[in-house]
């Protein structure tokens, strides 16, 4: 289970500008000599997202299904209704935005 924080590990282009968004996989590839990724196909994979994250968007929901499908994990989502980004992080932590009645 997690409780993420985002969906995928790509960083942004154009960071606080209109045309804001998450680099595509080609562009990370292009310019990150990262480890290649090996599915575990044995394990099941439970997100809970908050459906009001606007760090994960549909886009990057999409994105997500498609790469899990592609690679044959085991997964379900949860888009809790009216819950923001750090739903379940408790008070004081960085980037709480805790909502009770999501977190129960």
Not at 29 to 34: A, I
Not at 45 to 66: F, M, T
Not at 71 to 85: E, S
């Amino acid at each position: 289970v997690t409780f993420h924080g985002l969906l995928q590990s790509r960083p942004f282009v154009n960071l606080g500008q209109k045309n804001q968004r998450r680099m595509t996989s080609e562009e990370f590839v292009g310019e990150v000599d990262g480890a290649k990724n090996n599915y575990n196909t044995q394990c099941k994979v439970l997100i809970e997202n908050g459906d009001y994250d606007q760090e994960v968007p549909s886009v990057c929901i999409e994105a997500w299904k498609y790469e899990m499908d592609a690679n044959g994990i085991d997964w379900r989502f949860n888009n809790h209704a009216r819950a923001p980004h750090g739903f379940a992080l408790a008070p004081g932590v960085w980037s709480s935005e805790y909502t009770e009645h999501v977190d129960r």
